[in-house]
């Protein structure tokens, strides 16, 4: 099997889980399932941390099992927890990550590894499951973004790119890339407007925001896998990498995303 038939297996078996699961899971299955991603993402991390593998066990087991036991211990307060857990994001990838990336730290230390962990995983699944809650539609169309994104990125890249977008972060990536990336999305926010009938400026406006944090989240995980020596966060996803890998731009543009929904809800 070549890598490439590999990696676009595995892609292909990926999409048809999740999509089966964001159409027709409950929402207990739902959560579960995601939070059991979750948790590998968080034993990617602590272990690109340098935590000893049974740290990073324990470490991911129990971020999985809070992320599942917080709504049930908080019951009422929970909206308000979650709303906390989406603006701590938001203040993490509209300052913290440009400023960590801009002064290339490395913060190795086992505390500030642990607790920004938390705050990309734990509010990326509680973005998850609010979307899911609001339709399938709702959550695939914001995924699609970052989708959309990384795929037209990498054949721009790949065919035209020349410029480097962070050569002491990740080589591989171009401003290039990040133009077909905004092309291929003022695309998508054309056919969004057009089918859902929004002003097209607002979207345009939109996809533009979401794509400079998909590449704020990319970036920063790259970021620490050099700081960690390490090519991909994992080995769980044949010709991908780690699941970390693979939902990196999620991390930085799923809460986001959602910040701004529970923004809209709460002015209509």
């Known amino acids: 099997m070549t890598p490439l038939f590999r990696r676009v297996l595995t892609a292909l ?26 948790g590998l993402a968080a ?13 990073a066990r324990v470490y991911a087991a129990l971020l999985a099992l ?29 300052v913290v990550a440009p400023l960590w990336l801009l002064s290339q730290w490395r913060a190795q230390q086992v505390f500030v590894r642990a607790l920004v962990g938390v705050v990309l995983i734990l509010p990326t699944w509680v973005a998850l499951q609010y979307l899911h809650s609001r339709g399938p539609g709702i959550l695939l169309g914001v995924m699609a973004i970052v989708w959309i994104a990384d795929t037209a990125a990498y054949f721009a890249g790949r065919h035209f790119g020349h410029r480097k977008l ?13 133009a077909g990336a905004w ?6 926010a ?14 345009v406006l939109m996809v533009s925001g979401l ?19 390490q090519k991909d966060s994992g080995k769980t996803l044949p010709g991908h990498g780690g699941v970390l890998d693979r939902i990196d731009a999620l991390t930085s543009t799923l809460p986001i995303a959602t910040g701004m929904l529970m923004w809209l809800e709460h002015a209509v």
């Open 190 to 203: 054309v056919g969004l407007s057009l089918w859902v009938g929004m002003p097209l400026l607002s979207l």
């Open 183 to 188: 092309i291929a999305l003022a695309l998508y």
């Open 166 to 178: 962070a050569p002491t972060i990740s080589p591989g990536k171009t401003w290039e890339g990040v």
């Open 66 to 94: 809070t992320a599942l036991a917080l709504p049930y211990v908080l019951t009422e307060p929970w909206p308000a927890f979650q709303a906390g857990l989406i603006v701590l994001a938001m203040g993490f990838w509209l």
């Open 43 to 55: 034993y990617e991390w602590a272990r690109l941390s340098d935590f000893p593998p049974l740290s």
């Open 211 to 229: 794509l400079y944090l998909s590449v704020l989240g990319d970036l920063f995980e790259s970021w620490i896998k050099r700081v960690s020596g």
């Open 13 to 38: 078996v990926m999409l048809g889980v999740f999509v089966s699961a964001v159409f027709w899971a409950p929402g207990w299955l739902w959560a579960a399932l995601t939070a059991g991603v979750a």
